[in-house]
């Protein structure tokens, strides 16, 4: 069974950075693609990055390319997203989930979801 935990949000000023983390305790994740998506209050849960099964393969938003990247150790059990740059835009509850087959962004195809972290940027 997956259980993700999502940890590393925090409040940071534009321009800063911030590594959230997204721990599977069910040490099961390494069998899942895994994704990252946000949400905003009052704006629907938005694809923001995702990383195959092996992490050959990511994918990011338009929004986040070239400043967040996503990456896995799977001997760890955790997904990590590294945010660069950030934008006040970039405020929202960040979520990790899971999918058993390919990573892809619809939010509706994943499987375990963690309980979000919450990042703030300030202007």
């Known amino acids: 069974q997956v259980h993700l935990v999502e940890s590393g949000g925090g409040l940071v000023q534009a321009g800063g950075s911030l590594r959230l983390s997204c721990e599977d305790s069910?040490?099961?994740?390494?069998?899942?693609?895994m994704g990252w998506f946000r949400q905003a209050p009052g704006k629907e849960r938005e694809f923001v990055a995702a990383?195959?099964?092996?992490?050959?393969?990511?994918y990011y938003a338009d929004s986040v390319k070239g400043r967040f990247a996503i990456s896995r150790d799977n001997s760890k059990n955790t997904v990590y997203l590294q945010m660069n740059s950030l934008k006040p835009e970039d405020t929202a509850t960040y979520y990790c989930?899971?999918?058993?087959?390919?990573?892809?962004?619809?939010?509706?195809?994943?499987?375990?979801w963690g309980q979000g972290t919450q990042v703030t940027v300030s202007s």
């Open positions: 989930a899971a999918r058993s087959w390919a990573a892809e962004q619809t939010a509706t195809n994943y499987e375990y």
């Open positions: 069910g040490r099961t994740s390494r069998n899942y693609a």
């Open positions: 990383i195959s099964r092996y992490g050959s393969c990511t």
